[in-house]
């Protein structure tokens, strides 16, 4: 089966709905195609990466997908 997990947080961001979205990754990927659609790391000032419309990696078994987002500050 082929998965899709969205989540805005993905390691190596620190927040907890990334570290939750790692677990549940982790258990799932062993029994079918995972692919985490998430937001660029922004948590940690040394894992920021240019901007780019997407990019995409592979971490084992796990496609990830990270899409860029406006620097628009929240209200």
Known sequence: MRILLLN???PPD??????MA????????VHHHVTV???RPSYD???RRP?????TEN?????IIRAG???FPRF
């Open 8 to 10: 805005l947080y993905y």
């Open 14 to 19: 620190t927040s907890a709905t990334a570290k």
């Open 22 to 29: 790692h677990t549940v990754v982790d258990a799932i990927c």
């Open 37 to 39: 659609l998430c937001g």
């Open 45 to 47: 000032p040394t894992e």
């Open 51 to 55: 901007w780019r419309l997407y990019q």
């Open 59 to 63: 971490a084992g078994l796990v496609r």
């Open 69 to 71: 987002s406006t620097a």
